[in-house]
């Protein structure tokens, strides 16, 4: 997101040396970004073991993923105008402050729920860290040497996001799952200490900054909070259920509500509306919602599934997925090379159409651990597909705004991605369970627990680990229904993979349409 911005402020005074304790100020930058994004990836290869310590739900689970995912998209556009009015240096050294209190809750969290409640927490604070990092270096180096930050500043991110499963892997299985989150609170009080000791002071600008758009930020949180709600009580309780339909209303209302409040504070709201009035703007927004959702969704179920079902530990996850790790690593590196020599509309629907690939290869995997290489041309595509996507998606997001409103721009787009990420795995979740325990009641499992069935299926989709077949079930009936619970595993991951590459193949479509005529920069 932010990198993008970084380049446009490159070209205003190339002349201007850095500022003295810029290289601590890009430190300190480039540890908490590292923590940011790792905390978006190493979560999924823990979710089986986190489920099992603290006896979860599948979707208590997606809740996980889910809080971060709606505390980012709810602050992100906010921190900026924060920033301005109190300072960004030591509204910076807060969100850290604030991080590593999170990240402390959520390793100690005896529960789901006060997991998933740290967790919120934990997105909001990095919604601070987010946006305000990149406004820091570009304070710190005004002229020569921004290119060079920001380039290691989007490495360092790359770097996070595509170690994240094995970096987890190795985690919880040398230790415990707790520390995928413990390991924050060294860095980030590292990064604390040299932002106070050593970053550059910027003086705040009350009287310039835009005022803080309170009742937005509220609407906004509020329903997409309730939407993801109403989504995710779906697989429980079904779509007719008194309670989903008033959540999804109260949503559905809340962002009516939001828009015609956006709509009449125009500059000055949250969102401008008059940004998708740009019919390249409106694309884009498509393409970073989708891109968020089917990727993170994906990823979400698909390494489930293979810790689940190929009862492979955390560490063998990992491991498993450095091919798509690797291919991600070294296609982001390309992507940052070339994308101020090739439209970036072209790298952004070249990614959507490898991420779509990637997930249609899915479909070739097997029940068994023995049957993993058989997802190497996935995990390859997928890794590409994904490392394609952010660099394009920096340039983008200014590009469509003019450049005085470049913030805002990357505002937005971060905001779809995020959204895009809470949405998307808690849609695909539930759809997968969906998938699951249909298949498995209609067939000869089904027939053997007779009028137990819906109830057992519900329950293995929620707890895997666990087959709670009813006391006294015959052995015989048990391998049955394991089997059984393996191959509708098998079949509702691939069904979930065929709707995700569906929709990424719109969205492929969508980011090829976008007109280069429509850009401020290019």
Request: neutral net charge; glycine residues 10%.
């Amino acid at each position: 997101m932010t990198s993008a911005t970084g380049t446009i402020q490159a070209v205003e005074d190339k002349s201007s040396a850095p500022l003295p304790g810029a290289a601590w100020t890009l430190t300190a930058v480039s540890v908490s970004t590292f923590l940011l994004m790792l905390d978006l990836t190493v979560v999924n290869v823990a979710i089986p073991d986190i489920q099992r310590a603290l006896g979860a739900s599948f979707s208590s689970m997606q809740w996980t993923l889910d809080a971060y995912a709606l505390g980012l998209a709810a602050l992100v556009l906010a921190s900026g105008s924060i920033a301005d009015r109190f300072g960004k240096r030591r509204v910076f050294a807060v969100g850290l402050v604030l991080f590593t209190l999170a990240s402390l809750a959520c390793g100690l969290a005896p529960s789901a729920a006060v997991l998933i409640a740290a967790r919120a927490f934990q997105g909001l604070a990095a919604a601070v860290l987010f946006a305000i990092g990149p406004a820091l270096l570009g304070d710190a180096y005004p002229g020569r040497g921004k290119g060079m930050a920001f380039g290691v500043f989007g490495g360092v991110s790359g770097m996070a996001i595509a170690f994240g499963p094995l970096i987890g892997g190795s985690l919880t299985d040398a230790a415990s799952w707790s520390w995928i989150f413990l390991v924050n609170i060294p860095l980030s009080l590292g990064a604390l200490v040299i932002t106070l000791a050593k970053t550059p002071v910027a003086p705040p600008h009350p009287d310039t900054a835009p005022r803080l758009d309170v009742l937005g930020l509220v609407l906004f949180t509020a329903g997409i909070t309730a939407l993801v709600w109403a989504v995710l009580r779906v697989q429980e309780l079904g779509w007719t259920d008194p309670q989903v339909l008033a959540a999804a209303f109260v949503g559905i209302a809340t962002l009516v509500a939001f828009v015609r409040v956006e709509r009449r504070k125009g500059p000055l709201a949250m969102i401008d509306l008059a940004y998708f009035s740009n019919r390249t703007a409106s694309l884009f927004s498509v393409v970073t919602f989708v891109g968020g959702a089917s990727v993170m969704a994906s990823l979400f179920l698909l390494i489930t599934y293979v810790q689940n079902t190929w009862q492979l530990s955390a560490f063998e996850t990992g491991v498993r997925f450095l091919p798509m790790t690797g291919t991600l690593f070294v296609c982001a590196a390309l992507a940052g090379l070339v994308s101020d020599r090739l439209p970036p509309r072209l790298l952004m629907g070249l990614s959507q159409t490898f991420v779509s690939t990637g997930l249609f290869l899915t479909l070739l995997s097997g029940s068994t651990a023995q049957t993993w290489t058989r997802l190497l041309p996935a995990m390859v595509f997928l890794g590409a597909g994904m490392g394609l996507f952010n660099a394009p998606r920096a340039v983008l997001s200014i590009a469509v705004v003019p450049p005085s409103k470049a913030g805002a721009g990357s505002g937005i787009s971060e905001t779809f991605q995020q959204v895009g990420v809470a949405v998307g795995i808690a849609a695909l979740g539930t759809a997968f369970v969906r998938f699951f325990t249909r298949e498995l009641t209609a067939g000869p499992a089904g027939e053997m627990l007779g009028g137990q069935a819906d109830q057992v299926a519900a329950a293995i989709a929620e707890n895997p680990s666990s087959l709670a077949l009813p006391a006294g079930t015959d052995p015989a009936t048990q391998e049955a229904v394991m089997s059984a619970a393996v191959t509708a595993a098998t079949n509702a991951l691939h069904s979930s993979m065929i709707i995700a590459g569906v929709l990424t193949c719109l969205s492929a479509v969508a980011g090829f349409a976008m007109r280069r005529s429509d850009l401020y920069t290019s």
